[in-house]
């Protein structure tokens, strides 16, 4: 991989910038009024270098400074340094543009957009911003260089511009690993048990942490995808990784192979660059920088806000996955207990969970390749033409499996995750049902768009009232490829509806009669078009809109808007209560600097004890003891010396 040169091609203030910078949102201190976000870059930088940021008031033109000095996260084999910079920036009533430079960054300006106080954030939620391993000329028929969903979503931003970007998994594809010379020994071992039991040579060692450092610079930095690194400079993120974040299918293969030497020095190398880069942070503070921890360090969840009215919940699916479990039990409590102290101003809550919750099931492909290993799959199905050809397709690199049972395995409607799933979603029923939140679901990963709901079957002409209504996005990819069209065409065919429990159904909606070119469609239900979703809050009317923006012809910029709204809900006394005041009722008041939690307005107490007094909510699934089932490798230990594996960390700094 060539790594020469910096992101921007130029030495600033006697050091080379090769990354950044990154913008990413933390959260809103409502108690002081305060903006929380960060800043990184990446540089050869010995000193800590300083952040300038301007706020300017949109219409009155009031304008403010803040400096912030430079954190040093960790160093790569004392060479370049990740400088973190905590973006603590006071709202105003009005909408601010917040304008930054640096030094370091050859006072080149950047900017990016804070909304007023009481305003809700616009967001844009993404998901596979990268290509499998798959032909050049195909990546060159979709625009590899000149990224044009990305130059569509910079053109919107110009006019209407987004507050924060969602990022669903897989912000970068790892998957060119295998193709890589460190390798060899494993591509070259065709014995599954002597792969399995290999141990890494220091050269393989070395080259996994060359691999993820640089095929992140790669990805992010200005020198090699500058649409992309404009966006990330210029609109704060909230990330979350799936399994391309680290490689193809992780968290669902065989014990033995998630325990496998390769695959232990491969997840710490990914899960110290993905929490460097996507989170500003390291698992050691990762806690310290916004995130909440599931039942180990590797697994950090997200709560926060994007305004007043809208909640997110970004689940870790990866970090402690299991072939049988998405999350571990605790995991679920924790964050459920998390969301229990948002604002009580909030009315929506948007959960992220990489791969979609509500997808047609695959029923059909699980019984087809149900014990079906070491036979001819298509045979064994008794299926022929384009299901034969689907599951008796490619193989998966890492454990010869085929490719199409990785991907079902980690799909929420699989068979080993249909009762965590269920129980997963009846807690979102409860939280809707205490607090009259609606709760709408974004997901990704499957490479195509599309939009589904659950929903009470005796409330369908009265959604504004029915807490079980639960709308699901489905926006991916940006930049990878479509699936294979009789992929789609045979998940069409199977997506009845389904009852979920009770009077609860779930169905796909009928959203693409129309292709965004124009033509007529027979496949409604799901489209194989390139897309990304643009989502926001609706004051007047309480409702939240996605528009999911479909590519109308591969390769070339331009995209046609799918319109899916997200009522309001106003379900028993919390949710008269929440609808008949003022958001300036429900959270502080903006202009006062508090040392001591402000004290609650009667309205917030009232709920909040409603919401303390609530049921309680279905019981977690109980915790697995099968000897069987694996989780993630262990962690790296840290301290600051300099050893061969790279793994340099400064002392953490005073907390805040």
């Not at 040093?72 to 920036?89: G, S, V």
Request: aromatic share 10%.
């Amino acid at each position: 991989m060539n790594i020469s040169g910096g992101s921007s091609g130029q030495l600033n203030a006697g050091g080379n910038v090769i990354c950044g910078p990154l913008l990413k949102y933390i959260s809103t201190d409502y108690r002081r009024g305060i903006y929380r976000g960060s800043c990184l870059i990446v540089s050869d930088h010995v000193q800590p270098p300083v952040l300038t940021v301007t706020l300017k008031t949109t219409r009155s033109g009031r304008t403010k400074q803040v400096s912030c000095q430079g954190e040093q996260l960790d160093c790569y084999r004392n060479q370049y340094r990740f400088w973190r910079f905590e973006l603590q920036l006071p709202f105003d009533e009005e909408p601010q543009l917040a304008t930054y430079t640096s030094p370091c960054l050859n006072n080149q300006p950047y900017s990016f957009h804070i909304p007023g106080y009481y305003e809700s954030f616009r967001f844009m939620f993404h998901s596979c911003n990268g290509f499998s391993d798959i032909p050049q000329e195909t990546k060159d028929k979709f625009g590899e260089k000149e990224a044009p969903l990305w130059q569509d979503v910079l053109d919107r931003h110009r006019v209407m511009p987004f507050h924060v970007l969602l990022g669903g998994g897989d912000q970068l594809y790892q998957d060119c690993l295998l193709k890589e010379d460190f390798m060899k020994p494993w591509n070259n071992e065709k014995d599954p048990v002597k792969r399995v039991n290999m141990k890494l040579s220091n050269e393989m060692r070395s080259g996994f942490e060359q691999f993820y450092m640089f095929n992140y610079i790669k990805n992010f930095g200005f020198k090699d995808n500058k649409y992309v690194a404009t966006a990330f400079a210029t609109i704060p993120s909230v990330n979350m990784w799936d399994d391309h974040d680290i490689i193809d299918g992780f968290g669902s293969y065989p014990v033995e192979m998630q325990q496998a030497d390769c695959f232990v020095v491969l997840f710490q190398n990914a899960c110290r660059f993905y929490y460097l880069f996507q989170h500003h942070t390291t698992m050691e503070l990762a806690q310290r920088d916004g995130m909440i921890q599931g039942t180990i360090p590797t697994c950090q969840h997200i709560v926060t806000t994007l305004g007043p009215d809208i909640g997110v919940l970004s689940l870790d699916a990866r970090g402690e996955r299991t072939k049988q479990d998405v999350c571990q039990p605790k995991s679920y409590d924790i964050v459920f207990e998390a969301m229990s102290k948002l604002p009580m101003s909030i009315k929506h809550l948007l959960v992220v969970t990489g791969v979609p919750l509500i997808y047609p099931r695959l029923t059909l492909f699980e019984k087809a390749m149900d014990g079906a290993a070491g036979f001819n799959l298509a045979t064994l199905a008794g299926k022929t033409g384009a299901l034969g050809d689907l599951i008796s397709g490619s193989l998966n690199k890492w454990n010869g499996d085929p490719e199409l049972l990785d991907d079902m395995n980690d799909h929420w409607t699989a068979g080993n995750h249909e009762v965590e799933r269920k129980r997963f979603i009846e807690r979102f029923q409860q939280f809707a049902r205490d607090r009259s939140v609606r709760v709408s679901f974004l997901g990704g990963d499957v490479h195509c768009c599309g939009a589904g709901r659950l929903y009470s079957k005796d409330m369908r002409n009265k959604e504004e009232g029915d807490p079980h209504l639960m709308v699901q996005i489905i926006s991916s990819a940006i930049v990878n490829v479509p699936p294979p069209q009789a992929l789609l065409s045979i998940l069409n065919q199977n997506s009845t509806y389904i009852t979920f429990n009770g009077n609860t159904e779930e169905k796909m909606y009928k959203l693409f009669t129309k292709s965004p070119n124009g033509n007529n469609r027979q496949n409604i239900k799901l489209m194989g078009f390139r897309n990304y979703c643009a989502g926001f809050y609706e004051e007047s009317t309480g409702k939240m809109h996605f528009y999911i923006q479909a590519e109308e012809q591969p390769g070339k910029k331009g995209t046609k808007g799918y319109l899916v709204d997200s009522p309001k809900l106003v379900f028993g006394q919390p949710g008269a209560r929440l609808h008949s005041h003022s958001k300036k009722d429900l959270v502080p008041p903006l202009g006062g600097h508090h040392s001591h939690p402000q004290q609650q307005h009667p309205q917030q107490q009232q709920q909040q004890q409603y919401y303390d007094n609530r049921p309680v909510p279905p019981p977690p699934v109980p915790h697995r003891q099968q000897s069987g089932v694996a989780g993630p490798p262990p962690l790296p230990s840290r301290d600051n010396s300099v050893p061969g594996g790279g793994f340099n960390m400064p002392p953490p700094p005073p907390p805040y």
